[in-house]
């Protein structure tokens, strides 16, 4: 069974940090895409950071340009969303997404709630 769990998440103050972590299972780590998204109330879910098979491909959105960075360990299964100077407009649920670099499988965790304001 195919199964990735998010953690970490919480409130913070604006300024402040948090890393996001991603924990698989079930499947070929290394085979698969990584990617972050987020939705925030009332909007659709966009994403945030993608990193590639090979580890040293990484996109992000220009609104956490700069400010998160996205990092995967293969042999541990975990791909990591690192989140600086984090901001009220951030609060969303974070989720994570795995995707198969050449077949259509495609899964989601559950997602993980983070939160900035003073």
């Known amino acids: 069974q195919v199964q990735l769990v998010e953690s970490g998440g919480g409130l913070v103050q604006p300024g402040e940090s948090l890393r996001l972590s991603c924990a698989a299972s079930?499947?070929?780590?290394?085979?698969?895409?990584l990617s972050w998204y987020r939705q925030a109330p009332g909007k659709e879910r966009e994403l945030v950071a993608v990193?590639?098979?090979?580890?040293?491909?990484?996109n992000y959105a220009d609104s956490v340009k700069g400010r998160f960075t996205i990092s995967r360990v293969n042999p541990i299964n975990t791909v990591y969303l690192q989140m600086n100077s984090l901001k009220p407009e951030d609060t969303a649920v974070y989720y994570c997404?795995?995707?198969?670099?050449?077949?259509?499988?495609?899964?989601w965790g559950q997602g993980t709630q983070v939160t900035v304001s003073s």
């Open positions: 990193i590639f098979t090979g580890g040293g491909t990484t």
């Open positions: 079930g499947l070929t780590f290394s085979s698969y895409i």
């Open positions: 997404n795995a995707r198969h670099r050449l077949r259509a499988s495609n899964y």
